[in-house]
């Protein structure tokens, strides 16, 4: 049977190399350029929504509960508007039940701007146990610049690490192939997180780098198949490097499919319960850029690190003249076996090995057919060049 037959599902768990996906790279680079570009304007015209442990400020925080009932959001900002005559930067419920806390965030405020906003709120909303239960706390800009530089020396640490190591275990256009896909993932995720407007807090940061490991681990999962595969290409004519490393990730897909879906369902319920019960906090912000970064390292591990690793092995004279022989291969075969058993054979790879298949079973059958025949079998016994009486 050829490998377009059956069903999409069972080609997907044989991975016999029914999706063409390396032969199709450049429609993946333009879909997967496109979200890049988007992302990256989004970063550079929009920018994100940077928390106050970047921007600097004062918080506080106060029961979301009261003799009245539930305290809102919107009235707390009205309190805190109505208290100093400017409103604050952000105001959210944080929490559930009697858990449940109300955080304002605001530019930096003096000790005379505090009071009052304390004095407001509690005359205006009367939360329970009083001004007491009102806190409030100054935040410096300068350490959430220090967690920034020191994610960048994280990040550039890290890339300089998995250069070397996959050029050393594997080779360098994998190693460049590799750092590509990280890259892109980075980029997407935080393009996503400038798109949706999440705050950017430090547990986004520490999110930001988690991903760098499993988007990494799924590329190297594929091209150790990829090695595997090509082990010795260069003296065979059966497939390119290309379609090689396309069997490599057709093999490994069900794997990647089914190690994507198990880790994307924690943080699923991770970001369900970030949002929908505890409100907005460092679940939430923890949650959003895992799954985005993840489900882009599942996708580029297979659409981005395979098919550039290709292409730039493909620069190598030597595999370009090894798939010029398979072509010239292929074409001689389509021309031997053009008609077999009456069928016309179209020349694609796996019509061509069906054909060749097909061709040398004939000749077998062929060659063991005088042998049944007795005169045949005498025949074949006789000696060459002399004459029987």
């Not at 955080?103 to 009071?115: C, G, N, Y």
């Not at 319920?269 to 906090?281: D, K, P, R, S, Y």
């Not at 690793?309 to 004279?317: E, G, I, P, S, T």
Request: net charge positive; with cysteine.
């Amino acid at each position: 049977m050829s490998q377009s037959k059956g069903s999409v599902f069972h080609r997907l768990y044989v991975g016999t190399g029914a999706f063409d996906i390396v032969g199709k790279r450049k429609r993946w680079y333009v879909v997967f350029g496109a979200v890049l570009l988007v992302c990256i304007l989004s970063i550079v015209l929009r920018g994100f929504n940077l928390g106050i442990d970047f921007t600097g400020g004062t918080r506080i925080q106060l029961p979301a509960s009261s003799s009245a009932g539930t305290i809102s959001t919107d009235a707390a900002k009205e309190a805190f508007t109505k208290a100093i005559g400017k409103e604050p930067v952000v105001v959210q419920s944080v929490g559930t039940g009697a858990s449940e806390t109300i955080q304002i965030r605001s530019e930096t405020l003096d000790a005379d701007q505090v009071t009052k906003v304390k004095t407001g709120l509690e005359a205006d909303l009367k939360p329970n146990g009083g001004q007491t239960a009102i806190s409030d706390s100054a935040v410096s800009a300068s350490w959430g610049g220090e967690i920034t530089t020191q994610a960048l020396i994280a990040l550039l640490v890290f890339f300089i690490a998995v250069a070397i190591f996959l050029a050393l275990y594997f080779e360098w256009s994998m190693a460049v192939a590799a750092l590509v896909a990280v890259i892109h993932d980075v980029v997407i995720t935080a393009g996503i997180y400038s798109i949706v407007g999440f705050e950017v807090s430090p547990a986004t940061v520490i999110g930001l780098l988690t991903i760098l490991g499993f988007s990494l681990y799924d590329t190297v999962v594929v091209f150790d198949k990829v090695k595997e595969n090509t082990r010795g290409l260069l003296g065979l004519t059966r497939r390119t490097y290309g379609e090689a490393a396309n069997l490599a990730v057709n093999q490994t897909l069900m794997r990647s499919i089914n190690t994507s879906l198990i880790a994307l369902l924690p943080v699923l319920g991770l970001l369900a319960i970030g949002v929908g019960l505890l409100g907005v906090g460092t679940l939430k912000d923890l949650a959003l850029v895992q799954l985005t970064g993840m489900a882009i390292g599942a996708l580029s591990s297979i659409y981005i690190a395979t098919p550039v690793a290709v292409d730039l092995k493909m620069r190598d004279l030597r595999y370009k003249a090894q798939a010029a022989r398979v072509t010239a291969r292929r074409e001689n075969l389509a021309r031997r076996a053009a008609v077999v058993d009456g069928d016309v054979v179209e020349s694609t790879d796996d019509a061509t090995l069906e054909a060749e298949l097909r061709r040398e079973k004939a000749m077998s059958a062929a060659s063991s057919a005088p042998a049944r025949t007795p005169k045949a079998a005498d025949a074949r016994r006789r000696p060459t060049g002399k004459k029987q009486r």
